[in-house]
């Protein structure tokens, strides 16, 4: 009768044990490794960093208001402004003294922004 207690306290064990085994698969995986910022970046370079050469960086490359910040030709900058470069472009504000931007153009502002707020915070 001990054994058999024993066996079952045992086998309770081991079923706790897998158990924690499967929260583990859980591992926090850095923010870069996601998907989401995968895809953010994949869009950012392959259909929006070429408005923002065409459009944005002779300004904004670095220079202005002596930060690096507003260099939105590289994805980590623009991905931390894209909400702000969005609504700049849909009001027209930038690219300062210039034409608004074609509807085409603002619409890629806007997927970039959207593919950011995809991408978890931590
Ligand atoms: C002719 C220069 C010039 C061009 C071109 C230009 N900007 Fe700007 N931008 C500025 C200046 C100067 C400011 C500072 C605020 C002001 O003076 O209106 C600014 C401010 C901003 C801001 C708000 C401040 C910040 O850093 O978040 C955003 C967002 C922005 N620009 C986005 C853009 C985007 C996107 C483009 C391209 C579509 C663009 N700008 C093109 C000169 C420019």
Known sequence: ???????????????ACSNSDDEEVDV??????????????AYYNSTLKSVITASCTSCHAGYHRNSNTSNYGTFTNAMNRATGMYSQVNSGGMPKGGDKLPQDDIDKFEDFKDLVGLIPSE
């Open 1 to 15: 009768m001990e054994k058999l207690i024993f066996l079952s306290m045992l086998c309770l064990v081991l079923v």
């Open 28 to 41: 926090p995986v850095s923010v870069e490794e996601t998907a989401e910022y995968k895809a953010a970046e």
